[in-house]
């Protein structure tokens, strides 16, 4: 049975768009969350399509799903994917056959990935029925893996245009597929500069659909603090506890910190598979007393984590997988406290944070160079402060959260179907 926020319907004028997630909201994708508002905000028709069912993990209350149109599919829903998997059988034969004869065959770069690849290429067909069925205009996947594959699907069985984003680790690896839905899409929102040649490598003779819009921040959220005006330093690194985000680096560095006298603490904030051996890191190294585990930050706390800090930290790496970060969302929240920031040079990190301008960028894994970064902003003040200040001005000037939603929307509009069948 449909929730009220299943039938519920955003209205107003421009092309009805149709948004295709993982899950929604997620307390990690803050920043999806935030572009979604900032559309609904506009009054642009929206709809709001799963592949799982609801996140049942930590949620800010800051963070309400229950006036979105969000349909969820998941397990529970496969019933109906076996009757939209018929229904489109019988509707548009030729295409759906011709679906069902490559795409669940081809080389996926992972049993995981073929997994999702797999159930979204069947929730697919759901998607398809229900954007006919609400007359949507355009189909855009907030992720360039499963949520594309679906979008891709849908686009075939219909002829509703689609495109996608491409943020990090939805493209690294490529999921098998990635070279045929930048192929079949309408265009591809690449979130930073660094990812589009490793895109138009991908998109072969169609690397014209790759367009850089990154993602925003509301700048009315965020008040600069003070900083570096303390005698212990305060220390602060945030985000998913994975391989990728580098925070063993960060504890190497503490380490180094405590062997030379420098009073400070480090908050490690977040959780993810790698929280045990984190802590039990820490603990060899003898840190307890300087360093905290809070958890899982939700986002109304964070704020007055950031209150309390002197300099932010962004260990990134490039994990074994292949997987790394973009840029980050919390480098951006730094920023525009006017916190200092020291981070890797991964990803798209040093579109934002350039070395000796807007921060420190340090090679990444390099636990010796995060030190002596931090021990550099820390004996400089005054110039950390003002690398803080023009960071803050190039997050306002480039990732500004209205200027950006509003870029995204103007693509769609080109591209979006006039007509329904």
């Known amino acids: 049975m449909s929730t009220a926020a299943e039938n519920a319907e955003s209205v107003g004028p421009g092309p009805r768009l149709a948004f295709i997630l993982h899950w929604f909201p997620k307390p990690s994708e803050t920043f999806i969350y935030d572009e979604l508002s900032a559309l609904r905000r506009r009054l642009v028709p929206l709809d709001l399509f799963t592949l799982y069912g609801p996140w049942s993990g930590h949620l800010s209350p800051d963070m309400p799903a229950e006036d979105y149109p969000v349909r969820r599919l998941g397990v529970r829903a496969t019933g109906l994917l076996v009757r939209d998997i018929l229904f489109w059988l019988r509707k548009n034969g030729t295409a759906a056959r011709r679906l069902w004869r490559t795409v669940p065959w081809r080389k996926w770069s992972d049993p995981e990935m073929a997994g999702e690849n797999l159930w979204?290429?069947?929730?697919?067909?759901?998607?398809?029925?229900?954007?006919?069925?609400?007359?949507?205009?355009?189909?855009?996947?907030?992720?360039?893996?499963?949520?594309?594959?679906?979008?891709?699907?849908?686009?075939?069985?219909?002829?509703?245009?689609?495109?996608?984003?491409?943020w990090a680790g939805d493209i690294f690896p490529p999921d098998g597929a990635l070279s045929e839905k930048i192929r079949d899409s309408t265009f591809v929102r690449s979130t930073c500069r660094s990812f589009v040649a490793h895109l138009q490598q991908q998109a072969g003779p169609h690397a014209d659909k790759i367009h850089v819009i990154h993602n925003g921040q509301?700048?009315?959220?965020?008040?600069?603090?003070?900083?570096?005006?303390?005698?212990?330093?305060?220390l602060l690194a945030l985000g998913r506890f994975v391989p990728k985000k580098g925070f063993a680096h960060a504890l190497q560095a503490a380490a180094q910190l405590k062997k030379e006298d420098v009073d400070f603490h480090l908050t490690l904030g977040g959780d993810g598979p790698e929280a045990r051996r984190l802590k039990r890191w820490a603990r060899d190294?003898?840190?307890?007393?300087?360093?905290?585990?809070?958890?899982?930050?939700?986002?109304?706390?964070?704020?007055?984590?950031?209150?309390?800090?002197?300099?932010?930290?962004?260990?990134?790496?490039?994990?074994?997988?292949?997987?790394?970060?973009?840029?980050?969302?919390?480098?951006?929240?730094?920023?525009?406290?006017?916190?200092?920031?020291?981070?890797?040079?991964?990803?798209?990190?040093?579109?934002?944070?350039?070395?000796?301008?807007?921060?420190?960028l340090v090679p990444p894994g390099d636990a010796s160079a995060l030190t002596a970064a931090v021990r550099d902003l820390a004996q400089h003040p005054g110039e950390a402060r003002a690398m803080a200040e023009r960071g803050r001005q190039l997050v306002l000037?480039?990732?500004?959260?209205?200027?950006?939603?509003?870029?995204?929307?103007?693509?769609?509009?080109?591209?979006?179907?006039?007509?329904?069948?």
């Open 397 to 421: 000037r480039e990732f500004n959260l209205e200027t950006n939603c509003r870029k995204l929307l103007d693509l769609i509009a080109r591209h979006s179907k006039g007509g329904h069948e």
């Open 120 to 166: 979204a290429f069947l929730c697919g067909f759901r998607i398809a029925r229900l954007a006919r069925e609400k007359k949507v205009h355009h189909l855009h996947a907030s992720w360039a893996n499963g949520p594309a594959t679906a979008a891709w699907v849908a686009s075939r069985l219909t002829g509703i245009p689609f495109s996608f984003s491409a």
């Open 218 to 234: 509301d700048p009315s959220r965020f008040a600069p603090v003070e900083v570096l005006n303390q005698p212990r330093l305060r």
């Open 285 to 360: 190294l003898e840190l307890e007393e300087r360093i905290a585990f809070p958890g899982f930050v939700p986002r109304q706390q964070t704020d007055g984590l950031f209150r309390n800090t002197d300099i932010f930290l962004m260990p990134s790496v490039v994990d074994p997988a292949g997987d790394r970060d973009g840029i980050p969302n919390v480098i951006l929240e730094a920023l525009l406290h006017r916190i200092p920031v020291v981070a890797s040079n991964v990803g798209g990190i040093a579109e934002v944070i350039r070395d000796g301008d807007t921060g420190r």
